[in-house]
């Protein structure tokens, strides 16, 4: 699997396919999954930068996970622009300990590690205590190693808008991968690293994710086939990304979907961001749209058109958008902004389905969409 920047052509599908909203029923799973589940619920207890040695600058979020009352956090060192998750303790004595996870074997439990535990720990970690002027300072301890190096933090401010995130991947189990994306504002980086976690991606957990590789390397060819992931603006303070994935089973099931993000923000972006006094109109711009559409592909005269089943010819010529038949799915590419319309109707055999998904996908302008936006809304960076 892979990320694909750039904005080109859609994604291409094998077998039946479905939006993201319901295709995961069709998807056998052993254990679902929720979407947040893996976020823990947390309370913020700072944001920071600073460097290790004096010489690797890097940026360190903290949290208090409320329900356990453990340490969360993320860093990442601006050279690589790589998340790592952090998990720890604050001792009695008010100095924080945080080690790094490896999301494949999130344990929480390490033997001797502590205040009277060994300095070498197959992990890194930091040891940190409150310092002047709001930042912390101590040491963090290289994975394997008697390696130590002082490490001074400061409180981050933030100091210009961001326009675009940093984009990499992570792979799991040498097989899946998912998106990650940094921001400097580690607030923003967090959320957007949960946005982007391979459990709440694939809706699977990591044990069904290990258990899916394991039968694959074992021979198998069903079962979960990973995502493949499209950034199709980062730009403006605003993350568009068009993702797809797959389950084979008897043929195989793919999903597609889009998340648009504020980068300042760290609020993911939807149909809501169209001014309700506008809304009216703005399904009715769709509707026509659709309806261009449609009369486009169903034109005989048109080369690449194929004679049409009657079923579905009456099926496309019944679609409407409006009120109850909202589009969603909002994508940002250069230059338009795109909505998804699923095309539903009775009697669509899968292998139309197939045909259809993402075929009907209704554009506007960035001038265009102005008319129907919010006043304050994010997406007006875009004009």
């Not at 097989?175 to 967090?190: C, L």
């Not at 086939?225 to 994935?245: C, E, F, K, P, Q």
């Not at 993402?358 to 997406?379: D, G, I």
């Amino acid at each position: 699997m892979r990320i694909l920047l750039s904005a080109a052509a859609g994604l291409i599908l094998l077998g039946s396919c479905e939006p993201k909203n319901t295709a995961k029923n069709a998807l056998p799973s052993k254990a679902p999954v929720a979407a947040t589940d893996s976020k823990p619920a947390t309370t913020a207890l700072g944001d920071y930068e600073g460097t290790l040695g004096g010489k690797y600058p890097f940026r360190l979020a903290i949290n208090f996970q409320n329900d356990k009352a453990e340490l969360t956090g993320i860093y990442y060192y601006l050279s690589q622009q790589k998340p790592i998750r952090l998990w720890g303790f604050r001792a009695p004595d008010g100095e924080i300990w945080l080690r790094e996870m490896d999301p494949e074997h999130p344990d929480t439990v390490a033997a001797g590690w502590g205040q009277r535990g060994k300095a070498m720990q197959p992990f890194a970690y930091f040891r940190l205590r409150p310092g002047g002027q709001g930042g912390l300072m101590g040491s963090w301890q290289a994975a394997k190693s008697g390696r130590q190096l002082p490490a001074q933090l400061r409180p981050y401010q933030n100091r210009t808008p961001v326009q675009k995130a940093n984009v990499s991947e992570q792979t799991y189990f040498g097989e899946f991968t998912a998106p990650q994306f940094t921001v400097p504002d580690m607030k923003v980086t967090q959320d957007l690293y949960w946005l982007s976690d391979i459990e709440t991606l694939s809706e699977q957990s990591l044990e069904e994710l290990e258990e899916e590789h394991r039968n694959h390397a074992a021979g198998s060819y069903q079962g979960y086939g990973g995502i493949d992931s499209r950034v199709t603006y980062n730009n403006r303070g605003l993350l568009s990304v068009a993702l797809r994935d797959e389950y084979t089973a008897a043929n195989v099931n793919s999903r597609f979907w889009s998340v648009v993000v504020d980068l300042r923000t760290g609020e993911t972006l939807e149909t809501d961001e169209i001014d309700p006094a506008r809304k009216a109109a703005f399904l009715a711009a769709c509707n026509a749209k659709l309806q261009q559409q449609i009369t486009a592909y169903l034109d005989p005269t048109t080369s690449d058109n194929e004679e049409q089943d009657s079923v579905d010819v009456a099926g496309l010529q019944s679609q409407r958008i409006g009120p109850d038949n909202p589009p969603d799915d909002m994508l940002i590419e250069d230059g338009k902004i795109s909505f998804n319309h699923d095309v539903q109707y009775d009697d669509m055999s899968n292998f139309t389905r197939k045909i259809y998904a993402q075929q009907f996908r209704v554009e506007f302008t960035f001038a265009e969409m102005a008319r129907f936006l919010k006043p304050r809304s994010p997406l007006r960076r875009l004009l």
